[in-house]
């Protein structure tokens, strides 16, 4: 692993970890496993709406996941689409643990819609959580940062850029932004110490793909293999590393090679 940021006292905000599956967990893990203290947010709520569900008391095995890396770990049940999240996860990290040196934007919200089924309350859904939400926790940590050096923001994209994604209009809208914004906020916050990039880890395996749909995806992986939440946090947590220090406002589309369209 990486050596991350040199301080034994550095801590990682990583939105969205609610799912033991999921990426937010595994970035948890390898963050933790370089000694980086975890802050997490978790929305039970929103995953037993969606086909693929949530276990009872998986952010408290998350926690304990973590902890067995032999670092601090706190969490925060957070609806994201309220106007004061951002304020509320930062408060609450910096009055449990301390203040965060690394912030990943990991919480997405993602439904079927397309131009057809489009109205405003699903396109705020997506807005509210994916654009409005990240976009204030990320200005709102680079103004309380005051380190100097070390600062992190990586923030978590779908490729949206490299393709259509067909009846997911709001979703890719949404997400599609946070692009813009890790250019534009990396050239703003570069004076502080702080660097911006993005990851687009391409599709996936975190539970919600049916047998079809992974029959479907693995003959557009030419390594013979799906994607998994590892993959991914492998490379956030050497964005998050001092290695990475000359990397910023930069989006990373580390897919394992997928092929689209054809």
């Keep these: 692993m ?33 000694g980086i203290d975890i802050f997490f947010t978790t929305w039970p709520g929103y995953d037993r709406t969606m086909p693929w569900g949530v276990h009872e008391n998986e952010a408290f095995q998350i ?26 996860v930062l408060n609450t990290v910096e009055q449990e643990l301390g203040a965060p040196s690394i912030l990943v934007n990991n919480a997405a919200y993602s439904t079927r819609d397309g131009y057809e089924q489009l109205t405003p309350s699903i ?5 509210f959580v994916n654009m409005r939400t990240a976009s204030l926790l990320s200005v709102e940590f680079a103004r309380r940062f005051d380190k100097g050096t070390g600062g992190r923001i990586i923030n978590l994209t779908s490729g949206q850029s490299l393709g259509a994604m067909e009846q997911e209009l709001a979703y890719a809208m949404t997400k599609g932004a946070i692009e813009v914004l890790t250019k534009t906020l990396a050239a703003e916050v570069a004076d502080k110490g702080i660097t911006v990039n993005a990851v687009n880890p391409g599709p996936t395996d975190t539970g919600w793909m049916t ?35 000359w990397i910023t406002g930069q989006v990373m589309h580390s897919e394992g090679g997928y092929k689209r369209g054809g």
């Design 2 to 34: 990486n050596q991350l940021n040199n301080s034994l006292d550095t801590i990682a905000v990583v939105t969205g970890a609610t799912r033991l599956q999921g990426i937010g967990a595994a970035i948890c893990s390898a963050l933790a496993q370089a």
């Design 63 to 88: 926690q304990q996941q973590v902890k067995s890396y032999g670092v601090r770990c706190k969490f925060i049940e957070i609806d994201l689409s309220e106007a004061d999240s951002f304020s509320q």
């Design 123 to 127: 396109l705020d859904a997506h807005y």
């Design 211 to 245: 047998d079809s749909i992974k029959a479907e995806l693995l003959s557009r992986f030419p390594r013979g293999r799906i994607g998994t939440p590892v993959d991914v946090a492998r490379l956030i947590a050497f964005l998050a590393s001092n290695e990475a220090e």
